[in-house]
């Protein structure tokens, strides 16, 4: 009779961790900023089409095949949620987690098989070194598994030690401190969360107007037509939010003028809804999945360059960009 009594703590302790699953129980209570991406809901639907057409180019398939044939990973098929975050706005300050299926045994050879590896124990937990390539001149980074589908990779190993203590509920997380709220079951394919952000930017010279801004909050997600963001911030004052919208008119009403030089720019500020409440202002855009691609297209390295390099060098032929235009049918 007394057995089963001693075992119960256990059994309740080990339910516990069990649904400790959001990303809210894994980001720490320090962190002040968040962007997290829902991987299923970036590969489904038109959306997903679209990523797709990339992922096929084949300037991009080989890397993929070869990275899931080393490591067994492939990140379209294998991961759930991708969480950035950090404390301040300084690049060696975030943690990056990964939640998905991994090949732990596998990854954690190649971790430890890499030069100038040490490991550091924390706990259960051990936390991997990971150096750069000598040639460029990246810090090294460091690598743990909170749990076989939970990994988190940092620049600063006290960084990385404060995530698995988090995991282990020894330290706060940022849902028990409710300092990033969840975003709840909404399909979400982005949010992205930022508080305090008077104190992250500041000492930033471009960045005078978010010297008066306490939040701003960044969601996306998909339509059958369109991809449709949402974005707001809370101002310190009702009267310096008007003073953000006001310029945000501005620049749509500039963006409308230079419409013959650049109509993308300006049918994208026209499509923006604005609007404000008290000292928050709020903003809405919808975004057909056809301009979607093309905007895409203008930002991503193009087959075809690299093409023109290789075949220059005897390598293989540059694909026909045309071939995009297929896709702005299938997508129309």
């Not at 404390?87 to 943690?95: G, I, M, S």
């Not at 709840?184 to 107007?209: S, Y």
């Not at 013959?260 to 709020?282: C, F, K, M, Y």
């Not at 056809?290 to 390295?301: E, F, G, N, S």
Request: aromatic share 4%.
């Amino acid at each position: 009779m007394l057995r089963p009594l001693l075992l119960l703590p256990c059994f309740l302790f080990t339910v516990a961790l069990g649904a400790a699953t959001g990303p809210g129980d894994w980001i720490p209570a320090e962190a002040r900023w968040m962007v997290r991406l829902e991987v299923p809901e970036l590969t489904r639907g038109r959306l997903g089409e679209v990523v797709q057409r990339f992922v096929e180019r084949p300037d991009v398939a080989p890397k993929l095949a070869g990275l899931d044939a080393m490591t067994g990973f492939a990140p379209l098929r294998d991961l759930r949620t991708v969480v950035l975050c950090g404390p301040t706005a300084e690049e060696r300050d975030a943690l990056l987690y990964l939640n998905g299926s991994f090949d732990r045994e596998r990854l954690e050879i190649l971790a430890r098989a890499g030069d100038g590896h040490t490991a550091t124990e924390v706990g259960a937990a051990v936390i991997h070194r990971l150096a750069p390539d000598q040639d460029s001149g990246d810090a090294a980074s460091f690598a743990c598994f909170l749990r076989d589908d939970l990994l988190v990779f940092g620049q600063r190993l006290d960084h990385v030690r404060l995530a698995v203590s988090v995991v282990a509920g020894t330290s706060p997380s940022a849902g028990d401190a409710g300092t990033l709220p969840e975003t709840g079951d909404a399909p979400l394919v982005l949010i992205a969360q930022a508080r305090g952000v008077q104190g992250l930017v500041a000492g930033t010279p471009n960045a005078r107007m978010l010297r008066h801004v306490k939040t701003i909050a960044l969601r996306l997600h998909q339509t059958d037509e369109s991809l449709v963001g949402s974005a707001s911030l809370t101002a310190v004052s009702p009267e310096l939010a008007q003073q953000v919208i006001q310029i945000a008119q501005g620049l749509k009403a500039l963006a409308a003028l230079g419409a013959d030089e650049h109509p993308q720019l300006a049918d994208l500020a026209a499509r923006a809804e604005l609007s404000r409440e008290g000292a928050e202002v709020s903003m809405q855009i919808a975004l057909p999945f056809p301009m979607v691609l093309r905007m895409l297209r203008q930002v991503l390295p193009q087959p075809g360059a690299a093409g023109d390099a290789g075949r220059a060098s005897g390598g293989d032929e540059a694909v026909d960009p045309s071939a995009d235009e297929d896709v702005d049918a299938q997508l129309e």
